[in-house]
């Protein structure tokens, strides 16, 4: 569909977009997208592994940690020894921010990599000069050896969770079989997936997985969907119905035929659908980055500004550079940054593994503000089939099941809609059917047969009322006013009861306008249906308003009307509903099944399950809460830590070392870390 995406230029401001517009943002892009690189993530983890072993011998050398567990270890070069230690921890460990900076600096967006580096770097040179006697006072190498341990780790942490978010779909496309079973000429062969084309017939044994997507067109089994749409219950499988790759078969054999390969298969379509959803522009996102870029000004200038206070107040030079180095590490913003990315992938990923696909992130964005949600009736609402509503006894038969039995029994000789719907519900039920004999159609008027050792007949209205003979029921006139198909049941033209037919609601229909009440939103219906079989769906779902007999070009016109009052979800199939689909402030599809591509939806919901809409709805409130959650911590911890930084305790003994600054930014990020992990649909 055709919305406007936000400028990209409000992510740092618009100077600095107007100064390095494409290299900003792409640099950016890659910073803060959930796809980090898995070979980057490994380089971290080694870094910090050697980092830390070099570390434990930096620390049993440094005059701070002897004096403080009271030991003392000195020879003859240990302090060159310290130095060449800590140089190696510097450059190996620290290379990923050493190199880093120059990268920030290169498209003008100084970030996280400009504030570790400086701190590092600050804390190298001055304790090298220290040891060598350039300076007084004493070094800190143990500080910077530890920072860069903590700094690693936390870097590590992040890629690690991030990663796990947005591979998890990946990992189902890898766990897809690699072989299939091909039946060509009467004989089974073993073949790669790749080599199969569309057209193929493929066996598929009890316990396997489909290895694609395609039909069934020999065989009976149920299939577990769980990877697919969250649904734990297996569902039956016959000719006809579709099978979708790396679903699991039950214990029936099955032959499919295959419709979609490669990339075009549900779960690859998935997994792009998932992956374009975390790269995509995000307003939380957009506001998140303002604030790292001014937190980055804020903590080299108040760093600065440290440095020159505490000179200024009659300090060493070893302590103020310590001071300045410590408030340019705590504000460094790793936990900002990480914020909003994480819940998007953790929410995006959450959302698939339900079936619920979210293909504009904005929009799901929008989602938290929905006030009312507009339905398609016909196949969202309803089951989009004729099926038995009600089942009227008249004169001697008492049972209504009887009624559908005996109606149902001549009905299985027609194969009329209404004929089909009526013997449908009679099997569902589970009523066995006599045979008929005699069986002959009335033109216009409906059919009749020998059933039971009865003359049965089943009729119109308008047959009755030629001949005079229908009954003055009122329960029969309300069945007519809702707008339903009603048949008559005759013995020698003697009414024995009615049956009436309409387009079933769906059982979980009535579960989804409870849970939008619920919470607050109003629930409406869009459909070109009369107005009497809108009027009945919506007082038997206690719809909040309804609109009948809409063409599908007024459709949009209508959410526009809507749109007046309310911020409005269309839900709908995604093909017939498309302008109001696009109108709307969310658009969204349901039923889409295996065809993930509905160009013209917003979010696109697999199972044809109205309750589904109730979750993405719910999913977007608490993802747009985690967000803020997260952005508070974020940026709300800096307001205390940064002046116990700068010394401002000082006077009460309350010190913070760059290494104790490391601690609370390492755990401010595991904090949101955590919390977005704690993001559930339910």
């Known amino acids: 569909m055709d919305r406007e995406h936000e400028s990209a230029s409000h992510a740092h401001g618009a100077e600095m977009e107007e100064e390095a517009p494409e290299k900003g943002q792409k640099y950016k892009e ?7 690189h898995i070979h980057a993530m490994a380089d971290f983890r080694q870094r910090f592994i050697v980092s830390t072993i070099l570390t434990v011998p930096i620390l049993i050398l440094s005059s701070t940690i002897q004096s403080v567990f009271g030991f003392t270890l000195v020879f003859p070069g ?9 140089t190696a921890v510097y450059f190996y460990g620290g290379y990923p921010f050493l190199t880093g900076i120059f990268e920030e600096l290169r498209v003008r967006l100084p970030g996280m990599m400009t ?9 190298y040179v001055y304790s090298s000069a220290a040891v060598f006697g350039l300076v007084g006072g004493e070094g800190f190498f143990w500080e910077l050896a530890t920072l860069i341990d903590i700094m690693l780790l936390g870097h590590w942490i992040e890629m690690r969770s991030v990663l796990g978010a947005s591979r998890a779909l990946e990992e189902l496309v890898r766990v897809m079989p690699s072989e299939a079973h091909r039946l060509q000429n009467g004989s089974t062969e073993d073949v790669a997936v790749e080599a199969l084309s569309v057209g193929d017939r493929v066996l598929i044994r009890p316990g396997e997985k489909v290895p694609v997507d395609g039909v069934v067109v020999d065989g009976a089994s149920t299939v577990n969907e769980a990877m697919l749409t969250g649904e734990s219950t297996p569902v039956s499988k016959g000719p006809g119905d579709n099978v979708t ?3 699991i078969n039950g214990e029936g054999s099955l032959v499919a035929k295959v419709q979609k390969t490669g990339k075009e298969t549900y779960l690859n379509q998935v997994v792009g659908l998932v992956r374009k959803a975390q790269e995509s522009r995000s307003r939380a996102q957009d506001l998140a980055n303002r604030a790292a870029f001014y937190l980055v000004v804020i903590a080299l200038s108040v760093g600065f500004i440290t440095l020159i206070a505490w000179l200024f107040i009659g300090q060493g030079l070893g302590f103020a550079i310590e001071r300045a180095a410590t408030v340019m590490v705590i504000t460094c913003p790793h936990a900002l940054g990480l914020a909003v990315p994480l819940v998007v992938a953790v929410s995006t990923a959450l959302a698939a593994q339900s079936g619920l696909l979210i293909r504009e992130r904005q929009a799901f964005e929008r989602a938290k503000d929905v006030q009312a949600v507009v339905f398609d009736k016909t196949g969202t609402l309803t089951e989009g089939r004729f099926g038995v509503t009600d089942l009227l006894p008249l004169g001697p ?3 209504p099941l009887e009624v559908l039995r005996l109606t149902a029994s001549l009905e299985a000789n027609s194969e009329h809609p209404i004929a089909r719907g009526i013997v449908r519900s009679a099997e569902e039920k589970g009523l066995q059917l006599v045979p008929v004999s005699g069986f002959r159609a009335i033109p216009g008027k409906g059919i009749e047969g020998h059933a039971d050792d009865k003359f049965l007949k089943v009729v119109s209205p308008g047959y009755l009322k030629e001949a005079g003979t229908e009954p003055a029921d009122e329960r029969v006139e309300g069945l007519k006013q809702q707008g339903k198909t009603v048949v008559f049941l005759l013995r020698d033209d003697t009414p024995l009861g009615v049956v009436a037919l309409a387009d079933i609601i769906r059982s979980e229909s009535r579960d989804a306008i409870a849970r939008l009440k619920e919470m607050g939103i109003r629930p409406m219906m869009l459909t070109g249906d009369n107005r009497y079989v809108a009027k009945w769906v919506a007082e038997d779902l206690g719809l909040d308003a309804y609109f009948a007999e809409v063409l599908p070009h007024e459709k949009a016109e209508k959410i526009k009307e809507v749109q007046a009052q309310y911020r409005v979800a269309m839900v709908g199939d995604g093909v017939n509903d498309a302008p109001a689909l696009v109108q709307a402030d969310v658009g969204i599809a349901i039923g889409a099944g295996t065809d993930v591509a509905v160009e013209s ?3 696109v919901l697999v199972q044809n399950d109205p309750r589904d809409v109730a979750d993405i709805l719910l999913l977007s409130r608490k993802t747009y809460s985690k967000m803020v959650q997260n952005l508070l911590w974020a940026t709300g911890y800096n307001s205390f830590a940064i002046p116990l930084a700068a010394g401002i305790a000082y006077g009460f003994g309350l010190v913070l070392t760059p290494a104790v600054g490391a601690i609370f930014m390492s755990a401010s990020t595991v904090i949101v870390a955590i919390n977005a992990r704690t993001l559930s649909l339910h």
Not at 115 to 123: D, S
């Open 397 to 399: 038969i008492s049972d």
């Open 245 to 247: 790759g790396g679903s």
């Open 30 to 36: 890659q910073q803060h997208r959930p796809g980090v």
């Open 115 to 123: 504030l570790i580096a400086v701190a590092i770097t600050v804390a």
């Open 601 to 603: 939806a917003d979010i």
């Open 78 to 86: 240990s302090d060159l020894l310290l130095f060449l230690l800590a």
